[in-house]
C-alpha cells in the first residue's frame, strides 16, 4: 500500500488541530481499555457480570462495583465510551479528511470496534473459550494500533511535508523486514494469549519469543544504522529497541510471578496482576510501533524493484 499526498495546495487537505487532537485522546483511552480488559483476565473476572448484552439484567444500571465486577463490568463501561468516540471518530473523519483511503480508515475502525464488543460478548455467552478470548485479545491489540495510526495520518508533519524519499537497495529490505517484524509480533501475540487463555503450552510462547526478539533487533538495528537521519522511523526503531528490553524483562516477570510462584495461589496475587497485565500493555505498544514503522518505511523509503536505473533523485543507502 503506497501513502503518498499530494501537497496540501493541489489536494485541498489542511491540517486539523481539534481532529488530530481527538485521535491521540481516542489513542489513549483505547490503550486505557486495553489495560482495564488485561485486569479482567488477570483477575480471573471475565465471568463475574454473567450475562451480556445485559449487565446482570439491565442495559443501564451500574452494577455494586465489588469483587470481580468492577473489573468486568469497569471494562464494559470503559469499552462503551470507546465505541461512542470511535462513532465520533468515523464521522469526524469523514468531515475533516478528504483522502478515500483516510475515510474508510474511519469506518473501518467503527467496524472493529463493533467486532470487537461482539467478540467480547461471545467470550462471555460462550464461558471464555480460549480461541474467542485470545482473538478478542488480538482485536484489541489491532484496534489500538489502527487508532495510532489515525492519529499519525491527521499529524502535521504527514499532512503538510512532502517526504523526502531514499532509496533502500539492501537484498531485504527495511519495507519487507517491517512487515517480518509486525508478522512476528502478531504470532506471539496469538501464542501469548492463547497460553494466557488456556488452550496452548508455554513452549511455543518462549519459542517465538526468541524468533522475535531476532527479527525485531534486526529490523531496529537496520533502520537505525541505515536511515538515522529520518526521524520517524528513527523513533520508531528506537522506540521498538526500548519496549522490546522491557518485554522481555517484563515477561520473565510474568513467567515467575503465574507460573513458578503463582501455580498453587488460591486467588491471583498482586504481583502476578501487575507484571501480566504490563506484559499485555507493552506487547500493545510494541505491536503499535511495528505498525508505525512499516508505514514511515513505506512512505520514506523505495525498494530496490521501484530503483530508477539512473538515479539521479532520491538518496542510494545499502548499509
Ligand atoms: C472496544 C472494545 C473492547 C476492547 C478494546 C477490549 C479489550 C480487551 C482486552 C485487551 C482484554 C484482555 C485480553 C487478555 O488479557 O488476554 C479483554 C478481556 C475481556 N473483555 Fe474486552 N474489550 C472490549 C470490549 C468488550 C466488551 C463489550 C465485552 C463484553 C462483555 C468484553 C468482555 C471481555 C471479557 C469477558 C474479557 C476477559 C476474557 C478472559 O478472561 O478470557 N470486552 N478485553
Ligand atoms: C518479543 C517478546 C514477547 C512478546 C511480544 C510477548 C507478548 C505477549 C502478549 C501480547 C501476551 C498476552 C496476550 C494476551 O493479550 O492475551 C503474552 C503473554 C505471556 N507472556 Fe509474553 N511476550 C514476549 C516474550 C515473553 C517472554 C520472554 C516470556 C517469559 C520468559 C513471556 C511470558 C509470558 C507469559 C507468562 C504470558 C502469560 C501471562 C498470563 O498468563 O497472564 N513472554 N506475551
Given at each position: 500500500?503506497?501513502?503518498?499526498?499530494?501537497?496540501?495546495?493541489?489536494?485541498?487537505?489542511?491540517?486539523?488541530?481539534?481532529?488530530?487532537?481527538?485521535?491521540?485522546?481516542l489513542s489513549v483511552?483505547v490503550?486505557?481499555?486495553?489495560?482495564?480488559?488485561?485486569l479482567?483476565?488477570?483477575?480471573?473476572a471475565?465471568?463475574a457480570?454473567?450475562?451480556?448484552?445485559t449487565?446482570?439484567g439491565?442495559?443501564?444500571?451500574?452494577?455494586?462495583?465489588?469483587?470481580g465486577?468492577?473489573?468486568?463490568?469497569?471494562?464494559?463501561?470503559?469499552?462503551?465510551?470507546?465505541?461512542f468516540?470511535?462513532?465520533?471518530?468515523?464521522?469526524?473523519?469523514?468531515?475533516?479528511?478528504?483522502?478515500?483511503?483516510?475515510?474508510?480508515?474511519?469506518?473501518?475502525a467503527?467496524?472493529l470496534?463493533?467486532?470487537?464488543?461482539i467478540?467480547?460478548?461471545?467470550?462471555?455467552?460462550m464461558?471464555?473459550?480460549?480461541?474467542?478470548?485470545t482473538?478478542h485479545?488480538?482485536?484489541?491489540?489491532?484496534?489500538?494500533?489502527?487508532?495510532?495510526?489515525?492519529?499519525i495520518?491527521?499529524?502535521?508533519?504527514?499532512?503538510?511535508?512532502?517526504?523526502?524519499?531514499?532509496?533502500?537497495?539492501?537484498?531485504v529490505?527495511?519495507?519487507?523486514?517491517?512487515?517480518?517484524?509486525?508478522?512476528?509480533?502478531?504470532?506471539?501475540?496469538?501464542?501469548?494469549?492463547?497460553?494466557?487463555h488456556g488452550?496452548?503450552?508455554?513452549?511455543?510462547?518462549?519459542?517465538?519469543?526468541?524468533?522475535a526478539?531476532?527479527?525485531?533487533l534486526?529490523t531496529?538495528?537496520?533502520?537505525?544504522?541505515?536511515?538515522?537521519?529520518?526521524?520517524?522511523?528513527r523513533?520508531?526503531?528506537?522506540?521498538i529497541?526500548?519496549?522490546?528490553?522491557?518485554?522481555l524483562?517484563?515477561g520473565?516477570?510474568?513467567?515467575?510471578?503465574?507460573?513458578?510462584?503463582?501455580?498453587?495461589a488460591?486467588?491471583?496475587?498482586?504481583?502476578?496482576?501487575l507484571?501480566?497485565?504490563a506484559?499485555?500493555?507493552?506487547?500493545?505498544?510494541l505491536?503499535a510501533h511495528?505498525?508505525?514503522?512499516?508505514?514511515?518505511?513505506?512512505?520514506?523509503?523505495?525498494?530496490?524493484s521501484?530503483?530508477?536505473a539512473?538515479a539521479?533523485?532520491p538518496?542510494?543507502?545499502?548499509a
Amino acid at each position: 500500500m503506497e501513502f503518498h499526498l499530494k501537497s496540501p495546495h493541489t489536494s485541498g487537505l489542511t491540517y486539523n488541530p481539534a481532529y488530530h487532537r481527538f485521535t491521540i485522546f481516542l489513542s489513549v483511552c483505547v490503550f486505557l481499555l486495553i489495560v482495564a480488559g488485561a485486569l479482567v483476565t488477570s483477575n480471573d473476572a471475565g465471568l463475574a457480570v454473567p450475562d451480556w448484552p445485559t449487565s446482570f439484567g439491565s442495559f443501564y444500571k451500574i452494577p455494586p462495583m465489588v469483587g470481580g465486577v468492577k473489573y468486568e463490568h469497569g471494562h464494559r463501561m470503559i469499552a462503551q465510551f470507546v465505541g461512542f468516540l470511535t462513532i465520533i471518530l468515523a464521522i469526524w473523519t469523514q468531515r475533516s479528511d478528504c483522502r478515500p483511503a483516510i475515510r474508510k480508515l474511519g469506518w473501518f475502525a467503527l467496524a472493529l470496534v463493533i467486532a470487537q464488543g461482539i467478540l467480547g460478548g461471545l467470550t462471555v455467552k460462550m464461558l471464555l473459550p480460549w480461541y474467542v478470548s485470545t482473538g478478542h485479545a488480538m482485536l484489541a491489540q489491532t484496534f489500538f494500533s489502527l487508532t495510532i495510526l489515525m492519529s499519525i495520518f491527521a499529524s502535521r508533519r504527514w499532512i503538510e511535508t512532502e517526504p523526502q524519499h531514499f532509496q533502500d537497495i539492501a537484498p531485504v529490505g527495511l519495507r519487507t523486514l517491517s512487515l517480518f517484524a509486525l508478522a512476528a509480533v502478531y504470532v506471539q501475540l496469538f501464542l501469548g494469549g492463547a497460553f494466557r487463555h488456556g488452550g496452548m503450552h508455554f513452549i511455543y510462547h518462549i519459542i517465538g519469543a526468541g524468533v522475535a526478539t531476532a527479527i525485531l533487533l534486526w529490523t531496529s538495528i537496520r533502520a537505525l544504522t541505515a536511515f538515522p537521519q529520518v526521524r520517524p522511523i528513527r523513533a520508531a526503531a528506537s522506540a521498538i529497541l526500548g519496549l522490546l528490553v522491557l518485554q522481555l524483562v517484563l515477561g520473565f516477570g510474568a513467567y515467575l510471578t503465574r507460573i513458578e510462584w503463582g501455580k498453587d495461589a488460591a486467588q491471583p496475587r498482586m504481583s502476578m496482576v501487575l507484571t501480566t497485565v504490563a506484559h499485555v500493555a507493552i506487547g500493545a505498544l510494541l505491536l503499535a510501533h511495528c505498525f508505525m514503522l512499516s508505514v514511515q518505511a513505506y512512505r520514506y523509503l523505495s525498494s530496490r524493484s521501484l530503483a530508477p536505473a539512473v538515479a539521479p533523485g532520491p538518496k542510494v543507502v545499502t548499509a
